[in-house]
């Protein structure tokens, strides 16, 4: 079983005297800095001038600069831009401010497994990463939980890393939920996996492509949009609550024999085959040499893809059928 670190093992007095650099300020930028804030840490923020970051920043009370300068301030600097742009933003104003003892963190270990930043020797480089989107950091630590995280170490150079990192997972409120321990490589592959094979790609080709079949077949692309994509978030929530036991209990028992029975045949040896494929390009670097490429070269696919999406049926569909469910807009 893995052991999960909460409050007690975390000692927030190692960051007391040190100052935090956010870099960035959206997602996971804004809810690490806010919650560090209200743990009485010292926070700067460091983000472009001009930019709609700095304003938020500035309206929510926090200490806002240029990245270059709160690198300098910092003696922890936690990575929070996009991480297609984290290493340029690193070697252009951070790389020089990197002096020896200080600690580089992330929340997503991208650009150091795959090489896009090589930080100096005599620094730590760190990783907490919480297991949740930004504003849920924010939420649950305003409502005195918090969301889970990982922590990881990569460089120990302060000999104390660990602790910087459990200290930093308690100023986020993270150590409230728990806090696991992983490494760069395995919380990067794993990640990039399930983003790939199941969570954002993998679900929705299967939706696309079931709702496919049935407007093919001849239904109503409405009923179609009902069966393969308004329900599945009803499924999920179930299995989020109580597993695929509290799933199979609540549906039919038509649905549960049939899903059972005939779901393995979809997702089959083929389908497994695929999943070691991608996970085999993410292990050899292959996935992220084009990702990297590709972002340089000022995404020519990926906005094709987007463009693609957005013109799918389902898109057109599903936005008809949700105007008739009002509620839905309260998340
Ligand atoms: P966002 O896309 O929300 O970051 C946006 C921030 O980056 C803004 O403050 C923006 O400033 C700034 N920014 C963008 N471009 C530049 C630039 N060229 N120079 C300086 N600042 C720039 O990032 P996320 O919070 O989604 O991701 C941050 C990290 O957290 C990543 O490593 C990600 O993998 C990780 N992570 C994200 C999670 C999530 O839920 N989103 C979950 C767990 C980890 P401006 O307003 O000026 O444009
Ligand atoms: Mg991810």
């Not at 997972?169 to 919380?187: D, N, S």
């Not at 999920?236 to 028992?253: A, R, T």
């Not at 990702?291 to 057109?316: C, T, Y």
Request: proline share 3%.
């Amino acid at each position: 079983m893995v052991k999960i670190f909460y409050d007690k093992d975390a000692d927030l007095d190692v960051l007391k005297d040190k100052t935090i650099a956010v870099i960035g300020y959206g997602s996971q930028g804004g809810g690490q800095a806010q919650n560090l804030h209200d743990s009485g840490l010292d926070v700067v923020v460091g983000v472009r001038e001009g930019g709609e970051s700095w304003n938020q920043a500035k309206n929510d009370g926090l200490a806002v600069m240029t990245v270059a300068e709160a690198a300098k301030k910092g003696d922890l600097i936690q990575m929070l831009v996009p991480d297609e742009i984290q290493s340029a933003v690193y070697y252009s104003e951070i790389a020089p401010h990197m002096s020896e003892g200080k600690t580089l963190c992330f929340s997503h270990g991208f650009n150091i497994h795959y090489n896009q930043i090589v930080p100096p020797k005599d620094v730590n480089v760190i990783m907490v990463a919480p297991k949740g989107p930004g504003f849920l950091v924010r939420r649950t630590y305003t409502e005195g939980i918090g969301v889970p995280a990982l922590l990881a170490i990569y460089q120990d150079a302060s000999g104390n890393a660990r602790d910087i990192g459990m200290a930093y997972a308690k100023g986020i409120g993270a150590t409230r939920a728990g806090v696991l321990e992983t490494t760069f490589r395995e919380e990067t592959e794993t990640d990039l996996f399930g983003e790939q094979v199941d969570l954002c790609g993998g679900a929705t080709a299967l939706m696309k492509a079931s709702f496919e079949t049935l407007v093919a077949a001849g239904y109503q692309p409405e009923i179609a949009y009902f069966e393969t994509f308004h329900e599945m978030k009803l499924i999920i929530d179930l299995i989020h609550e109580g597993g695929l036991s509290k799933m199979w209990y609540y549906v039919s028992n038509t649905a549960e024999y049939g899903g059972l029975t005939v779901g393995p045949k979809v997702i089959n040896e083929q389908s497994r085959q695929a999943m070691k494929e991608a996970l085999r390009r993410i292990q050899s670097g292959e996935f992220a040499k084009e990702f990297v490429l590709e972002s340089r070269a000022n995404r020519p696919v990926l906005n094709a893809l987007e463009r693609q999406e957005n013109e799918h049926q389902v898109e057109k569909v599903g936005k008809e059928l949700r105007a008739m469910m009002p509620w839905l807009k309260k998340d």
